[in-house]
């Protein structure tokens, strides 16, 4: 069955240190998203990608990147960890031109 | 800007009672509506959706929900709720650059 992975799902680092959180998914879908979870905030989206070589800024984006070299995988990179990215990360995917989104489990992440 | 506001922060209800959780957007065009719920320390599940036409949606275990244009809501609803209900509900509007998510709604169950 298709599915869509996060790796790792716990992470503890410190601050300064940069992060990489893995995300992979075998729908072949060209539309793939990063958001982070808060409480009382819901979920944000932080980037997003419409295919390779495509990425664009969502609406908490500073401080994280995310590269697209093939249709499976958006790694998303914490430049310089900071406490304030202390938080629950989520990808997920879409096929392209549908609204309908697939969630990955989640990352736990924690900046000391 | 596009937002979606879900008003209550956490509702508590007893078994086999019926369940409705509220949710606005703010949206011009024809919105693509969701309902996801979220179990304690789990992914998102998509319960709904509405994309289009009959205005009543069915999801799964049992969830419904109904698209007011006038009001700009999307209401779930459950004739009666279980235990297992118990979880976070996040309602959300559909954008081509990604999904915009209220704050959800937490459940509460109690026998």
């Known amino acids: 069955d298709a599915e869509i992975t996060q790796s790792p799902r716990h992470k503890i680092t410190e601050t300064g240190r940069q992060v990489t959180l893995a995300c992979h998914q075998t729908?072949?879908?060209?539309?793939m998203f990063w958001y982070r979870q808060d409480l009382g905030h819901g979920l944000r989206l932080i980037h997003y990608s419409y295919g390779v070589q495509d990425t664009n800024k969502g609406e908490v984006s500073d401080g994280y990147s995310v590269s697209r070299s093939n249709t499976e995988d958006l790694p998303l990179t914490l430049e310089s960890a900071a406490s304030s990215q202390t938080s629950v990360y989520f990808c997920a995917s879409s096929d392209m031109g549908s609204n309908e989104q697939f969630f990955g489990p989640g990352t736990r992440l924690t900046v000391l | 800007a596009q937002s979606v506001t879900q008003p209550d922060i956490h509702i508590t209800v007893s078994e086999g009672a019926s369940l409705e959780l509220r949710c606005n957007y703010s949206?011009?065009?024809?919105?693509?509506l969701f309902w996801y719920v979220q179990s304690p320390g789990q992914g998102l599940q998509l319960l709904l959706k509405y994309f289009s036409g009959d205005t009543l949606v069915q999801g799964i275990k049992g969830f419904e929900a109904e698209f007011k244009r006038s009001q700009s809501s999307f209401n779930l609803r459950k004739p009666s709720v279980h235990w297992s209900d118990a979880a976070e509900y996040f309602c959300?509007?559909?954008?081509?650059?990604?999904?915009?998510f209220g704050k959800g709604t937490r459940l509460s169950v109690i026998a």
């Open positions: 959300a509007v559909g954008l081509p650059r990604g999904l915009v």
């Open positions: 949206y011009g065009a024809t919105p693509y």
């Open positions: 729908w072949n879908h060209n539309n």
